[in-house]
């Protein structure tokens, strides 16, 4: 039951009305029985201000920040973590009795999806696809485990950047073209586009290098062209569900300073997604 007491969190974003975070965390609270709720904001560009500033006023515990306020908001808040500084984004803020504090928990949801897969990316090659603000995370995770990035972008110059950003972590390359001889020899491969989002797109990748012995990642959820394409040639697939369960259970504990019942959260998203 919500009273006087109970702590709120949420999200910020715009549009947000389609966000799936309020039915995972919402369902974690209760599960643990804590008195908490999150809600969605729809903010727009010019509110955001006033919104962070809300945070403070009314005592917000702390919330998410969806698109497009991901690398604006850096802006308006008193410190931001390592990893949000080098992604140049930040997804989750927590309020420290009025210092708000920002982190990245993308990065790690993505590697944590992954490592529930049973996959480890230590000296592997891995070839993503995308320069945008999502590929920027999965970037970083990929080189904090040890993985050699191989970046394609139709924006060759976005690639570059990504490149500068992270060239100090760990090996990274940027390719101009795409070889049917070279994707063979790649892990991984990680759409990080927004190629299948919608119905009639096209994949990401040409469908004559798609090969079983390749692991394929889709960030974009729930089933792809390529996630279809690629299961029925028998590849290994992984979908954007396990990160987006991940980077949650992130915030989750970022903000309760609990342990996220990880898979009650997956239980009630899988429920409300075949509801649907
Ligand atoms: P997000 O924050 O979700 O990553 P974004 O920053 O807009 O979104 O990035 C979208 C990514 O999808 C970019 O890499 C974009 O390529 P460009 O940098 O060339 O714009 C890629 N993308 C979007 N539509 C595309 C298309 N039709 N073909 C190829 N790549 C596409």
């Known amino acids: 039951m919500i009273t006087a007491k109970t702590k709120i969190t949420g999200i910020f974003g715009d549009p947000v009305e389609h966000s799936l975070s309020p039915i995972i965390h919402n369902e974690a609270f209760r599960h643990l029985n804590l008195d908490y709720c999150y809600l969605a904001f729809n903010v727009k560009r010019e509110k955001l201000r006033e919104a962070v500033e809300a945070i403070r006023a009314l005592q917000i515990v702390g919330v998410n920040i969806t698109l497009p306020h991901k690398e604006s908001v850096i802006n308006y808040l008193d410190e931001i973590s390592d990893e949000a500084n080098y992604i140049g984004a930040v997804n989750t803020i927590l309020n420290d009795k009025g210092y708000l504090r920002g982190f990245n928990t993308d990065a790690f949801g993505f590697i944590q999806s992954l490592k529930e897969e049973g996959v480890n990316l230590q000296q592997k090659d891995i070839l993503v696809l995308g320069a ?100 029925r040639i028998g590849c290994k697939v992984i979908g954007g569900l396990g990160m987006l369960i991940w980077q949650a259970a992130n915030a989750f504990e970022i903000w309760t300073k609990q342990k996220a019942p990880v898979e009650r959260m997956k239980k009630i998203l899988n429920k409300f997604l075949t509801k649907r």
């Not at 110059?157 to 020899?185: M, P, Q, Y």
């Not at 692991?215 to 299961?231: F, G, Q, R, S």
């Open 132 to 231: 945008g603000g999502a590929a920027k995370a999965i970037v970083y995770g990929v080189l904090k485990e040890g993985g050699n990035v191989y970046i394609y972008n139709r924006t060759i110059s976005k690639a570059e950047e990504i490149k500068k950003r992270f060239s100090t972590l760990g090996t990274i390359e940027v390719l101009k073209n795409l070889d049917k001889s070279f994707v063979k020899k790649i892990y991984l491969v990680v759409n990080a586009t927004s190629l299948g989002l919608k119905e009639n797109d096209p994949m990401p990748i040409n469908p004559t290098f798609l090969n079983k012995d390749i692991i394929y990642c889709d960030i974009v959820y729930p089933n792809t062209k390529l996630m279809k394409e690629t299961k």
